[in-house]
């Protein structure tokens, strides 16, 4: 291959990939969002609606590859890991979580077609449709949903799922969804990944769910409160459960009845304590004194009673009254006496 040969390349490429690289240069954020399935009417909708905000671009990959190896910063070069094909490359000074969060409220509803798969419940619900008897009853009836005539028109007695979550739509279904307006996918740019070109950071996934977001951080923060006020942790979203909790202590100690606080005690009050507690001490030491005196009394009284009674039992015989007792003789000295 000639030098001449290898320098031949199509004007629009070399303007191409120039135009990528000052882009690149220029802008804060560069991220990469699927454009898979979108139809073209949708893709030019939200071009309109992101006018002002950021540059969308579908470049061929080899063009933007070039962009990028031409560009400084081997951090930049991580982002060529998701750009395949349909895809499309924004270009913006918003932060790259911003601009993911403007690209999921420009999602769209679409309808479904044989063989994709449901990504949810598909629910038929009750209630009067616009359809008219003829075929649609046979459709309806196919799919195990309960009609009935009202006002000549269908209705639709009672909810059916007609495609459960994970599982392919059937021609039928399809048909049926599309006579009842029935949009189960939403549609649009789906963020990939982003570069801040002025941070010097990757950002790998970038499909952020507000919420589901949302829903995480109400649940973190219904957890964190409790554990905040049990640890008097003040701040504005505490300080109304910690003085609560405190007056409903305070309404539980006043129960038990008034105590007096140690801290609040004046010397003077500490002088009476002190006073108070020697006249309880020399009062029961006079209490003690006066018990062992009434002791010693009854045991003085108990020992002056033993002797008398001791006495009483063993009193001698008087010998007077022995003296004067006549003595009894035998019978015949008597008579002797006598003569």
């Known amino acids: 291959m000639t030098a001449e040969q290898k320098t031949q390349v199509a004007d629009w490429k070399i303007q191409t990939v120039e135009e990528l690289k000052k882009l690149i240069s220029e802008n804060k954020t560069i991220l990469i969002a699927s454009i898979k399935n979108l139809p ?32 400084d910063g081997e951090e ?117 990944s982003a570069f801040d070109t002025q941070e010097k950071k990757f950002y790998s996934e970038i499909n952020i769910d507000p919420e589901g977001t949302l829903a995480d951080l109400k649940h973190a923060f219904g957890r964190a409160l409790p554990f905040a006020v049990s640890i008097g942790y003040a701040n504005s979203d505490t300080i109304g459960f910690m003085l609560s909790k405190a007056e409903s202590h305070a309404k539980a100690l006043d129960k038990l009845g008034p105590s007096e606080s140690i801290n609040d005690k004046t010397p003077e009050d500490d002088e009476k304590d002190a006073g108070s507690e020697d006249k309880q001490e020399q009062s029961s030491e006079t209490q003690s004194d006066n018990n062992s005196k009434e002791e010693e009394k009854k045991e003085e009284a108990a020992s ?16 007077s009254t022995d003296n004067n007792t006549p003595e009894t003789k035998p019978e015949g000295d008597a008579q002797e006496e006598s003569k």
Do not use: H, W, Y
Request: charged residues 30%; glycine residues 8%.
């Open 304 to 319: 002056e009673d033993k002797p008398e009674e001791s006495k009483e039992v063993e009193q001698p015989k008087d010998d």
């Open 40 to 71: 073209g009417s949708q893709f030019q909708e939200i071009c309109k609606k992101l006018r002002g905000k950021a540059v969308v671009k579908v470049p061929k990959k080899n063009l933007i590859f070039r962009a990028i190896d031409g560009s």
């Open 76 to 192: 930049l070069k991580k982002i060529k890991e998701n750009i395949e094909s349909s895809i499309a490359i924004l270009f913006s000074n918003s932060d790259a979580f911003d601009l993911a969060a403007d690209l999921l409220k420009n999602k769209s509803p679409a309808k479904a077609k044989a063989g994709q798969e449901a990504p949810e419940d598909i629910e038929v619900k009750a209630g009067p449709t616009e359809l008219v008897p003829g075929p649609a009853i046979s459709e309806l009836g196919a799919l195990g949903i309960q009609i009935q005539i009202k006002d000549g028109k269908i209705e639709i007695k009672a909810d059916k799922v007609i495609v459960q979550e994970g599982k392919a739509i059937s021609q039928g279904a399809a048909d049926i969804m599309s006579k009842l307006d029935i949009k189960p996918f939403s549609i649009g740019f789906i963020p990939l």
